[in-house]
């Protein structure tokens, strides 16, 4: 995952907790609080192209700098905790971007004189996000995907204002009604620990967004459609010209179907479809049922039909989770005794 361009962190070294705390230099008994920091040029590139509404004007903190500073201001009088400020990678050079941001020439002239229970985590410091999560008791987030992957691992995270978070939704954390409240919403964090209801929600949102929301195309590209080899031009047009081709099959066989079948028929059945060898496409029944129904978008399709059956139990849903947490949390060296302990009856395996 980490080789990605689109991934900033670096790949998990599995590097055991005391490790990290003898790093930071956290005293046992500590509770760890780690703020990630989000890159401004994204935010500021999708207001400009009006692709995002501004940030609004009063929030519960005026800026990203202002919320840090006052994070700062309130650990260094709870010598039960200790703040890891991570800056973001894209800051400063990295696998994409090889020049220092203004932001990051900033932040290093304001992040000095920390208290002893305050430490900034720098892209030299060359700690994944993952192995870091290991000693992180509660995540405090601004606007970055970093707290999803938090929240994948059973972490609470806390967003100090849900109307500038748009990466995920902002109900998945918690977040406070007023300035006041937020420091309030930091204990709680810390007494309700890890849960598995924060991964089930991660775990939700991201299948709807991987698996409903996304559409398929891999079959337009894979490796008996287009040479490895060709250049990324042409391998682009021989994908738009089989998207193309696809989409132009699948609306002609609506069509012919919607001339042929007697309004009263047309409930959702079998796509037209089914025979043409394009069922295969993870979506094509909903896409179809979008397109012979007139409604926006396949996901109107999976709302109307597919959403209104479902038949897994909530608390199978729950299980198979856990079940798919315990491989990944170990692969990470993270413990998983919380999933034990989660505030739903897990059923158990049977043994028989």
Known sequence: MARSPWVYTIKAENRSPETLRDFFCIDPGQKVLLVA????????????????????????????????????????????????????PRDFPNKREQVLSRQALYLRSIFVDMPENVRVNWPDDAISLHDLANI??????????????????????????????????????LYPSSREDYFSKIDEALVAEKSLNNIVGAFRWIAFKSDIMAIDISEAY??????????????????????????????DKLIKRANAVPPQSKAFRDPCFSRSGLRHLRQADWLAYAIEHQVESHMDAYCDVFLANVTTSVEAEFYAVAEATRSYLGKLGARCDFLETSSIALPRKSHA
């Not at 999803?148 to 998945?172: A, N, R, T, W």
């Not at 008996?224 to 081709?245: C, R, T």
Request: glycine share 4%.
């Open 136 to 173: 992180v008791d509660v995540c405090l987030n601004a606007t970055s995907t970093a707290g999803l992957e938090m929240l994948l691992l059973g972490i609470p995270v806390i967003i100090y204002d849900p109307k500038i978070l748009f990466s995920y939704p902002p109900e998945l954390n």
């Open 222 to 251: 894979g490796e008996g459609n287009i040479g490895q080899e060709e250049p990324a031009a042409k391998k682009f047009k021989s994908l738009a010209n089989s998207l193309m081709a696809r989409a132009k099959a699948l609306v």
């Open 37 to 88: 920091m989000a890159s401004a040029d994204e935010r500021f590139a999708s207001t400009l192209a009006d692709a995002a509404p501004a940030p609004p004007k009063a929030p519960n903190f005026e800026s990203q700098i202002a919320w840090i500073q006052e994070l700062i201001e309130w650990t260094k009088n709870r010598k039960d905790v200790f703040l890891i400020v991570r800056v973001h």
